[in-house]
């Protein structure tokens, strides 16, 4: 189903810019030929219907292109945060019982290793220079595509994704065929996207928002997808803060004429900041996306007042993609509301007792769509709790106004964001127990400003122990995003009467 | 104010972004982001920068080269402050 989308495209437009990534450009055609030559590759290696192949990459064009060939085989995407450390991966790749991985050459060692802790044959794949026994990338890109066949219209299984849900622990969802054009065909249809858009990609593309709002909507309708490309020291990629990212996207968005700009508030924030010289405005920008985190009034209007554009904000979740957007009219829009559900969406507004609640009253946001996945893997007991007759009770809370439009107004689940990502308190909690020293560990985010907020961890620990080695501790089995940036020791976690932890004091 | 103040003061500002860092690993030419600085308080840096120094960087001068040790740092501000 997802090949005959892009096929589509492709025959309306082929001559049409598909990428755009730093100096190259790849045009529809040339796009699909690609898909073509590297599922040939993957099916070489045996990869077959319902198999699971791991991405592990930042955003880049072999990104789009490993996960169509992977559809077009009728296999399963499993994508991961490129940022994961050894034992992050290898509880996905075990669990998701992954037997490619498609890496680049800086993560292919960690992989590797991996990899030879895993009971199970798994290939692996690198962009970029290869490493040990690995398998490049453009080697498997097959030009010979004379007997290459598309396989039938197929609305099965076609990707793994990890959310925490509504209950903390990383759980696997997957998705098919059929939710995720659905999910395209949403965005597109309500988001009016069109060929001549030109949509820029920042965020990540492994996470359900850049999955949709930009791959799968440019796929869909024809645009053009820019991807920021990584900065580069002596060929070396380097990591940054976006902060010293912002001349090149501003760059990108006036020379690439962007006309859709998905990004989370962090970015908007640093975007807003930016001095009036050389970009006073930006006018070929038609739609500026906030997802990911809550949008501050403060945000909101710092970026309107600077490039005269609102933000509107998009709600959506790893389990059913994106599901509302703020598309009021540039006048009335208020920074708060997520708007109404998108194209062929229901979502509900639902009160303790199960009833449906009228306008102005709080209660959970219960989600019905074609997007939505059938349920968590390996989990009877949560599934039976979050999904209900087709609905998904997203343990967000929020309320309708007169006319319909949604704003969240808290969560059930406690989340920590921090820079653009989202922290579970409860996963680094576990890391730091497993210390020897550390008797207790609760995890809180404090505000910071430009942030939102940072990771701050309570500990409560046997011995003495330095600050810096329980840091070390987290660096080494944690993604760098997760790890605290201040540790405060305790002699003991303050708790309620019921000893319910007090998370509020420890902010 | 002299580059040994210029160096201080750019100190003290760093350090106050990386409170779990010992000062003395905090030398003029440690990269300041190898030590902890990232996305996260990269933005609260240059904004306290700015605000200690009462200087104004431009967009082309906000690049990761100006802003990876003390003593580049110091260089831009040094430059700035000249000018």
Not at chain 1, 418 to 437: A, M, R, S
């Amino acid at each position: 189903m997802l090949y005959q989308m892009l096929q589509k495209t492709v025959v309306e437009f082929p001559e049409k810019t598909a990428l755009v990534y730093g100096q190259s450009r790849i045009n529809y055609q040339e796009f699909a030929q690609q898909v073509r030559g590297f599922s040939q590759g993957l099916e070489f290696l045996g990869v077959k219907q319902s198999d699971c192949v791991a991405i592990i990459l930042p955003n880049c064009p072999e990104f789009a292109v490993s996960f169509y060939a992977i559809a077009s085989l009728n296999a399963i995407a499993l994508l991961l945060n490129p940022g994961y450390k050894e034992n992050e991966l290898e509880h996905f790749l075990r669990d998701s019982n992954a037997k490619v991985i498609i890496t680049d050459s800086i993560r292919a060692e960690a992989c590797q290793q991996t990899i030879s802790r895993l009971e199970h044959h798994v290939d692996l794949i690198v962009v970029g220079q290869k490493a040990g026994n690995s398998l490049a990338f453009v080697d498997l890109i097959h030009q010979d595509l004379e007997n290459w066949q598309p396989q039938d219209v197929y609305t099965g299984d076609v990707l793994y994704q990890y959310s925490s849900g509504s209950t903390g622990r990383p759980k696997r969802v997957c998705r098919t065929q059929k939710n995720l054009w659905h999910q395209a065909h949403n965005c597109v249809e309500t988001l009016q996207v069109k060929s001549s858009d030109n949509i820029l990609c920042l965020v990540p593309l492994y996470h359900a928002y850049g999955f949709g709002e930009c791959l799968l909507a440019a796929i869909y309708s024809g645009a053009t997808l820019t991807i920021l490309e990584p900065f580069s020291q002596n060929g070396v990629p380097v990591e940054m803060p976006f902060v010293f990212r912002r001349a090149r996207v501003l760059e990108l968005i006036e020379q690439e004429t962007i006309t859709i700009l998905p990004a989370v508030p962090y970015i908007f924030s640093i975007l807003a900041a930016a001095p009036p010289e050389p970009y006073a405005e930006l006018p070929s920008l038609r739609l500026c996306i906030s997802a990911g985190n809550f949008l501050s009034q403060d945000i909101f209007e710092k970026f309107r007042q600077r490039f005269g554009i609102p933000l509107r904000q998009l709600y959506g979740c790893t389990e059913a993609g994106s599901v509302a957007i703020n598309l009021e009219s540039d006048q009335e829009i208020k920074y708060e509301s997520i708007g109404l559900p998108m194209h062929n969406v229901e979502i509900k507004v639902i009160g303790d007792r199960g009833q449906e609640l009228p306008p102005e009253l709080e209660g959970e946001l219960v989600i019905k769509s074609q997007t939505l996945t059938s349920g968590y893997h390996n989990s009877p007991e949560v599934n039976k709790e979050v999904f209900q007759n087709g609905h998904f009770f997203t343990g967000d809370l929020g309320k309708k106004d007169e006319q319909g439009y949604l704003s969240i107004t808290g969560r059930k689940r406690i989340f920590i964001e921090t820079g653009g990502h989202k922290v579970d308190p409860f996963e680094v909690e576990d890391v730091l127990v497993t210390h020897p020293n550390v008797e207790e560990a609760v995890v809180v985010g404090t505000k910071q400003p430009y942030t939102g907020e940072i990771v701050k961890a309570v500990v409560v620990c046997q011995q003495q122990c330095p600050e810096e080695e329980l840091i070390a501790y987290c660096q080494e089995k944690l993604a760098d995003f997760k790890i605290p940036r201040i540790i405060e020791f305790r002699s003991q976690i303050p708790r309620s009467a019921l000893g319910k932890i007090l998370r509020k004091d420890l902010v | 104010m002299t580059i040994e103040e210029l160096k201080l003061k750019t100190q003290n500002v760093v350090s106050e972004l990386l409170p779990n860092v010992d000062s003395q690993k905090l030398t003029n030419d440690q990269d300041i982001f190898y030590l902890g600085l990232n996305s996260i308080n990269a933005m609260t840096l240059i904004f306290n920068l700015q605000e200690a120094f009462g200087v104004t960087f431009n967009d082309a001068e906000i690049n990761f080269d100006n802003f990876r040790t003390i003593d580049d740092i110091v260089k831009l501000i040094a430059r700035k402050t000249q000018a």
